[in-house]
């Protein structure tokens, strides 16, 4: 709840106040928990999802959102330039590598419109470094096996299901792909290091938290400690 009412929250940021005919790619849409709150506010909403079950339940959902089953690295169903907004917050945690990333990123900025947005969300190493390898007492195996380095960035294989990241390796990627930084925020912060305590607050204490986190987003000295990141980026052709 924490992450998606941050993410929200900066999405209407760029949202005009009629989104009418405003047209939105929810690439890696799962069950369309974006896809409909968008399409709630008036955008025309495009949603890509891989897998066949979470399709059939935003399906079955209404067809306020347009659906198809697609690879977030083959758009090739979608035309050029169609969208104002593309929202990519699931495949880039699931592509391993630079090269995978950049074949998705590249297909989100050639569907995306000349100064359109890309909102790309990626998790981060270091939540996982505090988590599952020490938390979990795993990280001294993993070191040995050269899952780890020796600065303590994860190396993932392709038999990993994500991949992680910290904003370095964003901004090289970035730089690679030619997308401009607009925007870059932590959506849900220590959220995911406290579920249990947020679980038990009260209403009124959990809303001061996702008002502490909407307001320390940005922090430089906090955004790459959380568990994600939210890079919104601009498309120049």
């Known amino acids: 709840m924490v992450e998606f009412r941050v993410s929200m929250h900066y999405i209407k940021q760029f949202l005009p106040e009629n989104c009418n005919g405003l047209k939105i790619l929810d690439l890696g849409a799962a069950t369309g928990r974006y896809s409909f709150a968008l399409a709630e506010l008036g955008c025309d909403v495009t949603a890509v999802e891989l897998v066949k079950h979470n399709l059939d339940i935003l399906k079955s959902k209404g067809d306020a959102v347009k659906a198809f089953q697609g690879n977030a690295k083959d758009l090739s169903f979608l035309p050029d330039n169609s969208f104002d907004i ?11 590598g630079d090269e995978e990333k950049l074949i998705a990123m590249n297909e989100a900025k050639r569907v995306t419109k000349d100064g359109g947005l ?18 979990e007492d795993r990280i001294c195996n993993l070191m040995e096996k050269g899952f780890i380095d020796d600065s ?18 964003i901004d090289r990627l970035n730089k690679i792909a030619g997308l401009e930084r607009v925007k ?20 009124e204490s959990f809303e001061k938290f996702v ?4 307001k320390n987003a940005e922090r430089p000295d906090l955004i790459g400690a959380g568990s994600h990141i939210v890079d919104i980026v601009r498309v120049h052709k």
């Open 86 to 96: 593309t929202i990519n917050f699931g495949p880039l945690y699931h592509l391993i």
């Open 118 to 135: 890309i909102f790309n969300a990626y998790v981060m190493n270091d939540y996982c470094i505090l988590t599952y390898c020490f938390e």
């Open 152 to 169: 303590f960035h994860v190396r993932s294989d392709n038999e990993e299901l994500y991949d992680y990241m910290r904003v370095d390796d």
């Open 184 to 203: 870059i925020f932590s959506p849900d912060g220590p959220s995911d290091y406290m579920r249990p305590v947020i679980n038990k607050m009260s209403e």
């Open 211 to 214: 008002d502490f986190q909407m």
